[in-house]
């Protein structure tokens, strides 16, 4: 029997499927089982992954449709392996991936969920993205947000079985956050740092399509770690966690000062519960103070002495500071910022009149 199971949960995923099955066939560590879990799909995906000879490869069909913690929790049933890799229809897992997980899960016997770092494809501005391999901090981002990316992670059979871990159909749509959110207190979690996964962006991901309803369930999520966290938390203080826990949102000066009282409230809570190590905890909090404090600049610099000041604030770099200050002033139209961008107005007017 293989040491490791891949699990490809897929439904209607014709376009880039053919590749994502290739990442797995290439990889250099060869003790595994892909087990494509086809969720009733009307494209021909099955086909599609059935014309690879592999004898590793085992395709199911469902029917009818399962939906997608239904098709995931089949996948964990008929995992008999020590470990379990998961695998989106759509992605890529690079050469070495299985290898390094495999090797730092014997290694570390206390980690039973294991992440990757990531580059993303598909979209204008690209990214990479890596976590420290710290379990508090880990946990501690899992507060706020989804920071596991689901499809580069590798499980621990063994643990999950042993504290009856599975995916909740009523959490559909962020069935992963709210199993990495229970999994949290009883297991540990380890993120390698090297990049060994890349994430497809594309219009018909799960996340664009279905937003609303991912937002609401998210936010169930959160309230709930909330609750762990302050039993006797406010309604007004459950609205403005949903607040500090929202990417992009437009803070003002104003803003940063409810902000700041409510960081230093959590702070003082999670070292009275002991729920999260204190130093990841408030480490995860300057990282989001000063995203709150980037954001506010195009209301005013201020943001830049709040962030140097604030309760997690850390020293600012020199790049930080040129880059806000140039925000600021873009956001402000500052004469200072006018003076430098009507000259360059000028010349493009001028060569686009000579074309």
């Known amino acids: 029997m293989a040491r490791v199971t891949v699990l490809m949960p897929v ?25 494509v879990l086809d969720d009733a799909s009307t494209d021909g995906s099955a086909a599609i992954a059935r014309s690879f000879t592999d004898p590793r490869i085992q395709v199911l069909v469902n029917a009818p449709n399962r939906g997608l913690a239904g098709n995931l929790n089949q996948g964990l049933d008929l995992c008999q392996t020590e470990y379990l890799a998961r695998m989106d229809q759509d992605d890529l897992s690079h050469p070495r991936r299985l290898e390094a997980q495999v090797a730092h899960l014997d290694a570390h016997p206390e980690v039973a969920l294991l992440g990757t770092g990531l580059r993303t494809i598909g979209s204008i501005r690209n990214r990479t993205v890596r976590l420290p391999d710290r379990d508090g901090y880990l946990k501690s981002q899992l507060f706020f947000h989804c920071a ?51 994430y497809r962006i594309h219009q018909t991901n799960m996340s664009r399509v279905t937003g609303k309803i991912q937002t609401e369930k998210t936010e169930r999520i959160r309230l709930r770690q909330l609750a762990a966290l302050l039993p006797g938390a406010t309604d007004a203080e459950r609205s403005r966690h949903l607040d500090f826990c929202r990417a992009g949102r437009p803070w003002t000066p104003a803003d940063l000062d409810l902000l700041e009282a409510w960081q230093c409230r959590l702070s003082e809570a999670n070292r009275a519960r002991g729920l999260f190590p204190p130093q990841d905890f408030d480490s995860v909090l300057a990282e989001r103070w000063k995203d709150a404090c980037r954001g506010a600049t195009r209301a005013g610099l201020a943001s830049l002495r709040r962030y140097r000041r604030g309760p997690f604030g850390r020293p600012l770099s020199r790049g930080d500071v040129s880059r806000w200050t140039l ?23 001028r060569l686009r009149g000579r074309n």
């Open 327 to 349: 925000l600021a002033l873009v956001h402000w139209g500052h004469p200072a910022y006018q003076a430098v961008l009507s000259p360059l107005r000028w010349v493009a007017n």
């Open 11 to 35: 439904y209607n995923g014709g376009p880039y499927l053919r590749a994502a099955i290739q990442s797995i066939v290439d990889q250099t560590y060869t003790d595994w089982t892909l087990r």
């Open 148 to 198: 596991l990316a689901h499809p580069t992670l590798m499980f621990r059979m063994a643990a999950f079985r042993a504290h009856g871990l599975r995916y909740d159909a009523a959490f559909e749509k962020c069935e992963d956050y709210d199993l990495w959110t229970r999994a949290a207190p009883l297991l540990g979690i380890g993120s390698l740092e090297d990049v060994l996964f890349t």
